[in-house]
RNA sequence: GCCCGGAUGGCGGAAUUGGCAGACGCGCUAGCUUCAGGAGCUAGUGUCGGCAACGACGUGCAGGUUCAAGUCCUGUUCCGGGCACCA
C-alpha cells in the first residue's frame, strides 16, 4: 500500500496554517538566522520547476536550523511590477492589477503546495500601494541625497546647501568656483539646478534605447532580452532619470571582497564596475586653445601615440574639424549617432574619417593627425584616445586601414611575430623612458606627467549610472512634479505613496511618455505651497526598483510609519543565507547594494552590506537536457508531479538530482526512486492497516545500526549546514536500506531518524511523528546530537597493495599498530604471490587506511 | 578574442588532506510473489578475459611528479557560462 501523500500534505500544511507554526518574531533568547529567497514576479505560466528548488533548499536549511534552536527569518512575497502583465493589458485592456493578482493567488497556492515554511504573516507584494509608498519614499531619499567624495559618503542634500551658504563651492574642489555670497545671489532656479547635478538621482538627456512596439526605453542590459524576442530598439536621444550608481563604484568593488559569494559572481560584479587604473592625458590642438583630454592605461607608450581618435559624439569635434574634412565628418557623425553600441561592436573592420586638425604629442611634441573613428566610445574614459599602434591591437588595426604611422615603443621578444606587441619589454624611441620596464616607465611617465601639468594618474571605471525610468505604466509612479517655473518638487513624505492613477486604455500614449500622461486629472496638479502649476512626472521606475529593498521590507511588513524600523533592522540585519538566479549576478545584487549604501549612509540600515551568503541554484533542464520551453514540449509542471508523487517526493527530488548550483536535467524515472524510498521508510513505521508497525520495538539499538545512525547524524547535518542535499539523502537512504532489513527496529532511535528526515520531507515526516505518539509539531523538536563515540567502528579494512596495486584487503581492529599492519600484509597469501621473491625497497603505512609493498625485481 | 567553471559506468551523480574509483539513485539482468500488468522483495550490474579464485585495463586526450594521482604540475581538445572595440 502507498501512503496517502495528498491527505497527509493537506492535512499537515492545514496544521501549520492554523497554528502560525512558522510565524517569527523577534526572541533575543535565540540566535537569528535570516534565510531570503530571491522573491519570483508571478508570471501567467505559474510555478516553474525551477522555483521549488531554490526555495526547498533554504527551506531544508531553515527547519534544520529551527531544530536547532535558532530563530529564523523566511519570508517570501512577490516582485510584481513588470511588463509582461502591462502588455498583457495592451492587447486586453484588462487591468494588470487584476491579472497580476490572479497570477499571485496561482503563485501562492502552487508555493503553499510545497511545504515550505515561510512566515506567511510577512508577505508582501511590490505593487501594493503600501508598499511601493516606501519604495518612492527611498527614491526621494535618492533625490535628496549627494555623493560626498572628500568623506565617500552619501549626505542628505541640505549639508551641500549649507556648505554652500556658508563657503561657497571652494571646499568642493570643482572647476566653476564661487563664494557664499554667489550662491546665496542665486535664483530659486539657478540653485534648484546646481544642485540637481549633485542628486544622487537626477534627470539627464542620455542616448537611450527606445523600443516603439512596446512604447519604452529599455536598459542596456534589458535590451538583448526584448532583440531576441523580436522588437526593434533604437539609439536616441531622451531625458531620463539616473541613479549615481557610478559615485559607489569603488565601494562596490572594495566590500564584495568580504561576502562569501559564488566566485564567478563576484568575478561579474567586478568586470560589470571595471576598475582602470592609469592616466589622463593632455594633448594641445594646433591652432587651438583647447586641449584633448584621453585616458590610458599605458601612459608609458606615449611616445608611440602617432594619432588621436575622438569619438563621433565628443564635443570638440565639429570645432576643430577644418573646412575641407567638413561634410565627410559631419556624415560620418551622423551615420554613428544611428547605430546603437552592438551594432558598432558587430562591425567588422573599423571605420573612421581625419578632421583635418592636427595635435602635438606632449612628449615627443609631434603634431599628429586627429580622427573621428566609432571604435572610440564616448561613454567611457574621456571619449578620445591618443592612438598607439604599436601596442594597441585596435589601433594597430585602424593605422593599417587608414595608413598612419606606426612606432614601436616598447622593444618585442626576437620572436615576437605578431602586430601590436602588448606584452612587457623595455622601452624604445621613447626619450627619456628608453630602457625602463612598463611598470617602471609608468610611474616616471606619470610624475613627468604631473610635473609638466598635462597630465595625472587616473582611475576610471566601466560601470555606468543606471537609467532609471521607464514609459510604463505598471511600475511605481516617481513622485515629482515638475512645477512651471522649470524647477522639479519631490512630494512630502506624507503625501505618499503616489498611486498609480486608473486608466481607459493600457496603450502607450503614441508619444515618448508613458500612458500615464493621459491621465490628465492625475497629471496636472498646483503647488499647494507656491500655487504654481505642475505637471505630474509621468515615467515610472524599473522593475528593479522593488526588488532593491524588499528584504527590508520582510523584517517589519506592516509598518505604517517606516520602511523598516531601526531595531528591527538591527536584530535581523544582514541576511545569512540568500538563494536566487545566477541571472541576477549582476544587475538585482548590484542594484541593491548600491541602495543598501545609500541607506547606510543615512544611518538607516545598519551594515554595509544586505547579503552575506549568497548561492545560486543551477538551472534545471527537461528530460531531453535542452532548456526547458514550451516550444520544445519539455516543460515539466509543479502541479502535475506534486499530484502524481506528492509535495514530499517532489522536494526530494529536487535536492537529490545533484549539487545545488549545477545545470542537471529532470528525470520522472528520478522522481519515482524518490517516492520509492519515501514509501519504504513510510512502511519502516507503519503497518498495511494504518497502525504503528509492530517491528518497532522498545530495545537497545544494535551497536552496528547505532554506529550507522551516527554517521548518518553527522553527514546529515554537516551537509545541510554547507547545502549538499544529494549526499545527505542518498546518507539517508543508506540507513532506510540497513533498517529495512532488520525485523526488530529500536523505537527511540527510529524516532530520531523521523527527525533526520523532516527538513527534506516535513509532511510525511510529521505525520509520522504524529503516529509515533506526539501530539505537537516536530519543527521545534531537538535535532538529534551526533555522539562521536557511537559512531566509531570498531574494525576497518585495511588495503594491502603491492607497488600500489591493491592486491588483498585485511580486517584489523582500528588504530592497529603500523609494524603489526605491515606484518599482517606480508603474511598474505595473495600479497606475497605479487612481491615475487622481489627485494622489499620500502613499506609505505597509513593508519587505518593502507599498507603498500615496494618491491624491486 | 578575453575571463571563469567543467569533463568520472548505459544515465544523474559520489569520492575531507593525494591513500579501496564508481557511494546513493535511475536503468538493465535474473529470481521470488502475482491470473496478468504493475507494485514489492532478493541478488547481480565499469570494461575485457574467466565457472570461479583471480588477472588486465579504466576518471576527455598527451606527458610529468609520487610508494600511491579523479585529486598536484605542464600542454592540449571539447562542453557550459559570462564579457566583448572599455583605450
Given at each position: 500500500?502507498?501512503?496517502?501523500?495528498?491527505?497527509?500534505?493537506?492535512?499537515?500544511?492545514?496544521?501549520?496554517?492554523?497554528?502560525?507554526?512558522?510565524?517569527?518574531?523577534?526572541?533575543?533568547?535565540?540566535?537569528?538566522?535570516?534565510?531570503?529567497?530571491?522573491?519570483?514576479?508571478?508570471?501567467?505560466?505559474?510555478?516553474?520547476?525551477?522555483?521549488?528548488?531554490?526555495?526547498?533548499?533554504?527551506?531544508?536549511?531553515?527547519?534544520?536550523?529551527?531544530?536547532?534552536?535558532?530563530?529564523?527569518?523566511?519570508?517570501?512575497?512577490?516582485?510584481?511590477?513588470?511588463?509582461?502583465?502591462?502588455?498583457?493589458?495592451?492587447?486586453?485592456?484588462?487591468?494588470?492589477?487584476?491579472?497580476?493578482?490572479?497570477?499571485?493567488?496561482?503563485?501562492?497556492?502552487?508555493?503553499?503546495?510545497?511545504?515550505?515554511?515561510?512566515?506567511?504573516?510577512?508577505?508582501?507584494?511590490?505593487?501594493?500601494?503600501?508598499?511601493?509608498?516606501?519604495?518612492?519614499?527611498?527614491?526621494?531619499?535618492?533625490?535628496?541625497?549627494?555623493?560626498?567624495?572628500?568623506?565617500?559618503?552619501?549626505?542628505?542634500?541640505?549639508?551641500?546647501?549649507?556648505?554652500?551658504?556658508?563657503?561657497?563651492?571652494?571646499?568642493?574642489?570643482?572647476?566653476?568656483?564661487?563664494?557664499?555670497?554667489?550662491?546665496?545671489?542665486?535664483?530659486?532656479?539657478?540653485?534648484?539646478?546646481?544642485?540637481?547635478?549633485?542628486?544622487?538621482?537626477?534627470?539627464?538627456?542620455?542616448?537611450?534605447?527606445?523600443?516603439?512596439?512596446?512604447?519604452?526605453?529599455?536598459?542596456?542590459?534589458?535590451?538583448?532580452?526584448?532583440?531576441?524576442?523580436?522588437?526593434?530598439?533604437?539609439?536616441?536621444?531622451?531625458?531620463?532619470?539616473?541613479?549615481?550608481?557610478?559615485?559607489?563604484?569603488?565601494?562596490?568593488?572594495?566590500?564584495?571582497?568580504?561576502?562569501?559569494?559564488?566566485?564567478?559572481?563576484?568575478?561579474?560584479?567586478?568586470?560589470?564596475?571595471?576598475?582602470?587604473?592609469?592616466?589622463?592625458?593632455?594633448?594641445?590642438?594646433?591652432?587651438?586653445?583647447?586641449?584633448?583630454?584621453?585616458?590610458?592605461?599605458?601612459?608609458?607608450?606615449?611616445?608611440?601615440?602617432?594619432?588621436?581618435?575622438?569619438?563621433?559624439?565628443?564635443?570638440?569635434?565639429?570645432?576643430?574639424?577644418?573646412?575641407?574634412?567638413?561634410?565627410?565628418?559631419?556624415?560620418?557623425?551622423?551615420?554613428?549617432?544611428?547605430?546603437?553600441?552592438?551594432?558598432?561592436?558587430?562591425?567588422?573592420?573599423?571605420?573612421?574619417?581625419?578632421?583635418g586638425a592636427y595635435a602635438i604629442n606632449p612628449a615627443s611634441k609631434k603634431e599628429i593627425p586627429v580622427w573621428v573613428a566609432d571604435y572610440v566610445l564616448m561613454r567611457y574614459g574621456t571619449g578620445a584616445i591618443m592612438a598607439v599602434p604599436g601596442q594597441d591591437e585596435r589601433d594597430w588595426e585602424f593605422a593599417e586601414s587608414y595608413s598612419l604611422d606606426i612606432l614601436r615603443t616598447i622593444q618585442p621578444p626576437a620572436e615576437f611575430e605578431g602586430k601590436a606587441y602588448l606584452g612587457d619589454g623595455p622601452a624604445?624611441?621613447?626619450?627619456?623612458?628608453?630602457?625602463?620596464?612598463?611598470?617602471?616607465?609608468?610611474?616616471?611617465?606619470?610624475?613627468?606627467?604631473?610635473?609638466?601639468?598635462?597630465?595625472?594618474?587616473?582611475?576610471?571605471?566601466?560601470?555606468?549610472?543606471?537609467?532609471?525610468?521607464?514609459?510604463?505604466?505598471?511600475?511605481?509612479?516617481?513622485?515629482?512634479?515638475?512645477?512651471?517655473?522649470?524647477?522639479?518638487?519631490?512630494?512630502?513624505?506624507?503625501?505618499?505613496?503616489?498611486?498609480?492613477?486608473?486608466?481607459?486604455?493600457?496603450?502607450?500614449?503614441?508619444?515618448?511618455?508613458?500612458?500615464?500622461?493621459?491621465?490628465?486629472?492625475?497629471?496636472?496638479?498646483?503647488?499647494?505651497?507656491?500655487?504654481?502649476?505642475?505637471?505630474?512626472?509621468?515615467?515610472?521606475?524599473?522593475?528593479?526598483?522593488?526588488?532593491?529593498?524588499?528584504?527590508?521590507?520582510?523584517?517589519?511588513?506592516?509598518?505604517?510609519?517606516?520602511?523598516?524600523?531601526?531595531?528591527?533592522?538591527?536584530?535581523?540585519?544582514?541576511?545569512?543565507?540568500?538563494?536566487?538566479?545566477?541571472?541576477?549576478?549582476?544587475?538585482?545584487?548590484?542594484?541593491?547594494?548600491?541602495?543598501?549604501?545609500?541607506?547606510?549612509?543615512?544611518?538607516?540600515?545598519?551594515?554595509?552590506?544586505?547579503?552575506?551568503?549568497?548561492?545560486?541554484?543551477?538551472?534545471?533542464?527537461?528530460?531531453?537536457?535542452?532548456?526547458?520551453?514550451?516550444?520544445?514540449?519539455?516543460?515539466?509542471?509543479?502541479?502535475?508531479?506534486?499530484?502524481?508523487?506528492?509535495?514530499?517526493?517532489?522536494?526530494?527530488?529536487?535536492?537529490?538530482?545533484?549539487?545545488?548550483?549545477?545545470?542537471?536535467?529532470?528525470?520522472?524515472?528520478?522522481?519515482?526512486?524518490?517516492?520509492?524510498?519515501?514509501?519504504?521508510?513510510?512502511?519502516?513505521?507503519?503497518?498495511?492497516?494504518?497502525?504503528?508497525?509492530?517491528?518497532?520495538?522498545?530495545?537497545?539499538?544494535?551497536?552496528?545500526?547505532?554506529?550507522?545512525?551516527?554517521?548518518?547524524?553527522?553527514?546529515?547535518?554537516?551537509?545541510?549546514?554547507?547545502?549538499?542535499?544529494?549526499?545527505?539523502?542518498?546518507?539517508?537512504?543508506?540507513?532506510?536500506?540497513?533498517?529495512?532489513?532488520?525485523?526488530?527496529?529500536?523505537?527511540?532511535?527510529?524516532?530520531?531518524?523521523?527527525?533526520?528526515?523532516?527538513?527534506?520531507?516535513?509532511?510525511?515526516?510529521?505525520?509520522?511523528?504524529?503516529?509515533?505518539?506526539?501530539?505537537?509539531?516536530?519543527?521545534?523538536?531537538?535535532?538529534?546530537?551526533?555522539?562521536?563515540?557511537?559512531?566509531?567502528?570498531?574494525?576497518?579494512?585495511?588495503?594491502?597493495?603491492?607497488?600500489?596495486?591493491?592486491?588483498?584487503?585485511?580486517?584489523?581492529?582500528?588504530?592497529?599498530?603500523?609494524?603489526?599492519?605491515?606484518?599482517?600484509?606480508?603474511?598474505?597469501?595473495?600479497?606475497?604471490?605479487?612481491?615475487?621473491?622481489?627485494?622489499?625497497?620500502?613499506?609505505?603505512?597509513?593508519?587505518?587506511?593502507?599498507?603498500?609493498?615496494?618491491?624491486?625485481?
Amino acid at each position: 500500500m502507498k501512503y496517502d501523500f495528498a491527505k497527509i500534505e493537506k492535512k499537515w500544511q492545514e496544521y501549520w496554517e492554523g497554528n502560525a507554526t512558522f510565524k517569527t518574531d523577534i526572541d533575543r533568547s535565540k540566535k537569528k538566522l535570516y534565510v531570503l529567497d530571491m522573491f519570483p514576479y508571478p508570471s501567467g505560466a505559474g510555478l516553474h520547476v525551477g522555483h521549488p528548488e531554490g526555495y526547498t533548499a533554504t527551506d531544508i536549511y531553515c527547519r534544520f536550523e529551527r531544530m536547532r534552536g535558532l530563530n529564523v527569518l523566511h519570508p517570501m512575497g512577490w516582485d510584481a511590477f513588470g511588463l509582461p502583465a502591462e502588455r498583457f493589458a495592451m492587447q486586453t485592456n484588462i487591468h494588470p492589477r487584476l491579472t497580476t493578482e490572479q497570477n499571485i493567488s496561482t503563485f501562492r497556492r502552487q508555493i503553499k503546495m510545497l511545504g515550505l515554511s515561510y512566515d506567511w504573516s510577512r508577505e508582501v507584494n511590490t505593487t501594493d500601494p503600501q508598499y511601493y509608498k516606501w519604495t518612492q519614499w527611498i527614491f526621494l531619499k535618492l533625490y535628496d541625497s549627494w555623493y560626498d567624495s572628500r568623506i565617500q559618503r552619501a549626505m542628505p542634500i541640505e549639508t551641500l546647501e549649507n556648505e554652500l551658504e556658508n563657503h561657497g563651492t571652494k571646499k568642493l574642489g570643482l572647476s566653476d568656483s564661487f563664494g557664499p555670497e554667489a550662491w546665496i545671489s542665486k535664483s530659486r532656479k539657478e540653485k534648484h539646478d546646481f544642485l540637481a547635478a549633485f542628486r544622487l538621482t537626477y534627470v539627464s538627456e542620455v542616448p537611450v534605447n527606445w523600443c516603439e512596439a512596446l512604447g519604452t526605453v529599455l536598459a542596456n542590459e534589458e535590451v538583448p532580452e526584448w532583440t531576441e524576442k523580436g522588437y526593434t530598439v533604437e539609439r536616441r536621444p531622451m531625458k531620463q532619470w539616473m541613479m549615481r550608481i557610478t559615485a559607489f563604484a569603488e565601494r562596490l568593488l572594495q566590500d564584495a571582497e568580504g561576502l562569501d559569494w559564488p566566485a564567478s559572481t563576484l568575478e561579474m560584479q567586478r568586470n560589470w564596475i571595471g576598475k582602470s587604473e592609469g592616466a589622463e592625458i593632455e594633448f594641445p590642438i594646433k591652432g587651438d586653445k583647447r586641449r584633448i583630454k584621453v585616458f590610458t592605461t599605458r601612459p608609458d607608450t606615449v611616445f608611440g601615440a602617432t594619432f588621436m581618435v575622438l569619438a563621433p559624439e565628443h564635443p570638440f569635434v565639429s570645432a576643430i574639424t577644418s573646412i575641407d574634412c567638413r561634410s565627410k565628418v559631419q556624415q560620418y557623425q551622423s551615420q554613428s549617432s544611428k547605430k546603437s553600441d552592438i551594432e558598432r561592436g558587430a562591425e567588422k573592420e573599423k571605420s573612421g574619417v581625419f578632421t583635418g586638425a592636427y595635435a602635438i604629442n606632449p612628449a615627443s611634441k609631434k603634431e599628429i593627425p586627429v580622427w573621428v573613428a566609432d571604435y572610440v566610445l564616448m561613454r567611457y574614459g574621456t571619449g578620445a584616445i591618443m592612438a598607439v599602434p604599436g601596442q594597441d591591437e585596435r589601433d594597430w588595426e585602424f593605422a593599417e586601414s587608414y595608413s598612419l604611422d606606426i612606432l614601436r615603443t616598447i622593444q618585442p621578444p626576437a620572436e615576437f611575430e605578431g602586430k601590436a606587441y602588448l606584452g612587457d619589454g623595455p622601452a624604445i624611441n621613447s626619450g627619456f623612458l628608453n630602457e625602463l620596464h612598463v611598470e617602471d616607465a609608468k610611474s616616471k611617465i606619470s610624475e613627468w606627467l604631473e610635473q609638466n601639468g598635462v597630465g595625472r594618474r587616473v582611475v576610471t571605471y566601466k560601470l555606468r549610472d543606471w537609467l532609471f525610468s521607464r514609459q510604463r505604466y505598471w511600475g511605481e509612479p516617481i513622485p515629482i512634479v515638475h512645477l512651471e517655473d522649470g524647477t522639479m518638487k519631490p512630494l512630502a513624505e506624507n503625501d505618499l505613496p503616489l498611486e498609480l492613477p486608473e486608466l481607459e486604455k493600457f496603450q502607450p500614449s503614441g508619444t515618448t511618455e508613458s500612458p500615464l500622461a493621459l491621465a490628465t486629472d492625475w497629471v496636472n496638479v498646483v503647488d499647494r505651497e507656491t500655487g504654481m502649476k505642475g505637471r505630474r512626472e509621468t515615467n515610472t521606475m524599473p522593475q528593479w526598483a522593488g526588488s532593491c529593498w524588499y528584504y527590508l521590507r520582510y523584517i517589519d511588513p506592516h509598518n505604517v510609519g517606516e520602511f523598516c524600523n531601526r531595531e528591527k533592522e538591527k536584530d535581523w540585519m544582514p541576511i545569512d543565507l540568500y538563494i536566487g538566479g545566477a541571472e541576477h549576478a549582476v544587475l538585482h545584487l548590484l542594484y541593491s547594494r548600491f541602495w543598501h549604501k545609500v541607506l547606510y549612509d543615512l544611518g538607516y540600515v545598519s551594515t554595509k552590506e544586505p547579503f552575506m551568503k549568497l548561492r545560486h541554484q543551477g538551472t534545471i533542464l527537461g528530460e531531453d537536457s535542452r532548456k526547458m520551453s514550451k516550444s520544445r514540449g519539455n516543460v515539466i509542471n509543479p502541479d502535475d508531479i506534486v499530484a502524481q508523487y506528492g509535495a514530499d517526493s517532489m522536494r526530494l527530488f529536487e535536492m537529490f538530482m545533484g549539487p545545488l548550483e549545477d545545470v542537471k536535467p529532470w528525470s520522472t524515472k528520478g522522481v519515482e526512486g524518490v517516492y520509492r524510498f519515501l514509501n519504504r521508510v513510510w512502511r519502516l513505521y507503519v503497518a498495511e492497516d494504518g497502525s504503528l508497525d509492530l517491528s518497532l520495538a522498545d530495545v537497545q539499538p544494535s551497536t552496528q545500526l547505532q554506529r550507522l545512525f551516527h554517521q548518518t547524524v553527522k553527514k546529515v547535518s554537516e551537509d545541510i549546514a554547507s547545502l549538499r542535499f544529494n549526499t545527505a539523502i542518498s546518507q539517508m537512504m543508506i540507513f532506510v536500506n540497513e533498517a529495512t532489513k532488520m525485523n526488530q527496529r529500536p523505537r527511540t532511535l527510529m524516532e530520531q531518524f523521523v527527525l533526520l528526515l523532516s527538513p527534506f520531507a516535513p509532511h510525511l515526516a510529521e505525520e509520522l511523528w504524529q503516529k509515533l505518539g506526539h501530539t505537537k509539531s516536530l519543527a521545534y523538536e531537538r535535532w538529534p546530537v551526533f555522539e562521536p563515540e557511537k559512531a566509531i567502528e570498531e574494525t576497518i579494512e585495511i588495503v594491502l597493495q603491492v607497488n600500489g596495486k591493491v592486491r588483498s584487503r585485511v580486517q584489523v581492529p582500528i588504530n592497529t599498530a603500523e609494524p603489526d599492519l605491515v606484518e599482517l600484509a606480508l603474511k598474505d597469501e595473495n600479497v606475497r604471490k605479487h612481491l615475487d621473491g622481489g627485494r622489499i625497497a620500502r613499506k609505505v603505512v597509513v593508519k587505518n587506511k593502507l599498507v603498500n609493498i615496494v618491491v624491486e625485481k
